[in-house]
């Protein structure tokens, strides 16, 4: 009844399609069947004043609302609280911002469970922004509840009220268009748009934040950022959330952008004290070495990232690499715009579990809902791969039809749940391949403040995951996602 009531009050409020120039809603609309839009995040871009009303962002300290400082720019029912002037010489303002997501899933069992459950996912966020000259203070609060679900909720799943972000940053002009800004506080980490291995966990009801420092150096056409954190701990209750002791991540992360396509060269450190492989506990270290590049040319567009990793964990040499790749064509002349896409993602497994070394890929902080909403596999002792059509049927809504299959990368090692959770059986199996699945996802975007998406994932274990206990799952999610 919850959802049913917010779609009826939000379309009463505000009716009519969007149109081309409308604003998207951040979130499960934003999705097509292979993966995000190719051009820098926000963050990686030159910060004028702006000439034009942004656009809502997945992150929503990147929006710059100084435009509507002019009344006669306001043309939005919330426009007055986007720039709320706190002095009569435009040096302070502060801009207020949320997030009302409602979620119904219902799904048959899971890969080894076969009962099933219908359940919703309640979120919502409310930001505070206040700007003071060039320095910044940004803090948002977070209400995330699991309504009907069976079962104790997973860390991902409530957080009654809690400081979802709290950080202070200064930016310094250093002439030429160039600034270097100053970050510290609980903050996400998101450094490209596909956030396949450091993202800000949008699917499920609480994204991941860090308690982090960071720098970030814009320069022309190049963006560096380094830092160093540790992820924050979800707890259930009311201002309990903590951040982990026992991880810590840092790195440097650096683009160029020009001609349309996107270079970026990264460094990562991660380390976990109670890291567990098999049967044993101990600390891991792991450095990660990745590129990634994206872009169009006219029609096709494409991203690949790789990253290779080396490390240690008990006393056994950790190497590891993982390649994920987006790619597809969009004939924009012919009607509906259909895109063919196609995708393809492998990462390493451990071959022999008592020898001196681990090649199991650590996707790191994965982006859920990269291959699939039905919680099927991670990025690691993975093979995956993915054809799909989408279309358009009118501006504002997507369709997309996909077929995918998993299989194993390594025979002995096992298939991982995230993050980073081997299903033990599944070292038993006698053959590589995990199953295969057909995808089906539509999108609808009502106008720049309110979001629909749907999707439906059948999946069809293999005869070796069968062998084991694995069963076939069906999977939907129907998303309603309100934001100013």
Do not use: C
């Amino acid at each position: 009844m919850r959802i049913i009531l917010f779609i009826a009050i939000l379309m009463g409020m505000m009716p009519g399609a969007a149109s081309a120039q409308d604003g998207n809603t951040p979130g499960p609309a934003q999705r097509d069947s292979s993966g995000d839009a190719f051009d820098l995040t926000p963050e990686n871009e030159p910060s004028p004043p702006p000439k034009v009303r942004p656009e809502y962002q997945l992150t929503r300290w990147l929006e710059d609302w100084r435009v509507v400082a002019d009344p006669a720019k306001r043309t939005d029912v919330f426009d007055p609280v986007k720039y709320i002037a706190l002095d009569p010489y435009g040096n302070a303002h502060l801009t207020l911002s949320g997030q009302w997501r409602e979620d119904v899933i219902a799904n048959n069992g899971s890969l080894f469970g076969k009962r099933g459950d219908t359940y919703g996912l309640h979120r919502i966020y409310l930001g505070a922004d206040l700007h003071m000259g060039q320095a910044r203070i940004y803090g948002e609060l977070a209400n995330t509840l699991p309504v009907g679900l069976r079962g104790t909720p997973s860390p991902t799943d409530k957080n009654e009220l809690d400081l979802q972000l709290l950080f202070a940053d200064y930016r310094f002009d250093l002439g030429g268009g160039a600034e270097l800004i100053g970050r510290l506080g609980r903050q996400e980490l998101a450094f490209d748009p596909t956030q396949r291995f450091v993202g800000v966990r949008e699917g499920p009801n609480n994204r991941q934040a860090f308690d982090a420092a960071r720098i970030n150096l814009k320069a022309n056409d190049f963006y560096i950022s380094a830092f160093a954190s540790r992820p924050v701990v979800y707890n259930p209750g009311i201002f309990d959330d903590v951040r982990n002791e026992a991880v810590d991540f840092s790195g440097i992360y650096a683009t160029h952008a020009s001609l349309g396509q996107t270079q970026s060269l990264y460094l990562y450190n991660y380390g976990n004290h109670d890291a567990r492989f098999g049967n044993t506990v101990g600390r891991e270290r792991r450095t990660s070495v990745g590129a990634r590049v994206a872009g169009r040319f006219g029609e096709f567009d494409y991203d690949i990232e790789g990253m290779g990793q080396t490390g240690s964990f008990d006393n056994r040499r950790i190497s590891a690499w993982g390649i994920g790749s987006l790619a597809g064509y969009t004939f924009d002349t012919l009607p509906w715009s259909p895109r063919i896409g196609i995708q393809a993602d492998f990462a390493s497994g451990d071959r022999n579990s008592s020898d001196d070394r681990i090649t199991t890929f650590n996707p790191l902080f994965f982006k859920g809902g990269y291959f699939l909403e039905a919680p099927i596999s991670t990025f690691s002792n993975v093979q995956h791969l993915k054809a799909s059509l989408s279309f358009k049927p009118q501006e504002a809504t997507t369709v997309s039809l996909s077929y995918g299959e998993f299989a194993k990368m390594t025979l002995g090692d096992a298939v991982y749940a995230n993050p980073l959770v081997a299903l033990p059986q599944t070292r038993e199996m006698t053959g590589r391949r995990v199953g295969n699945y057909l995808q089906f996802l539509v999108s609808h975007q009502v106008n720049q403040h309110f979001s629909l998406s749907f999707e439906f994932d059948h999946f069809k274990a293999s005869s070796a995951l069968r062998a084991v206990g694995g069963n076939d799952i069906d999977y939907a999610k129907l998303t309603a996602n309100f934001i100013f």
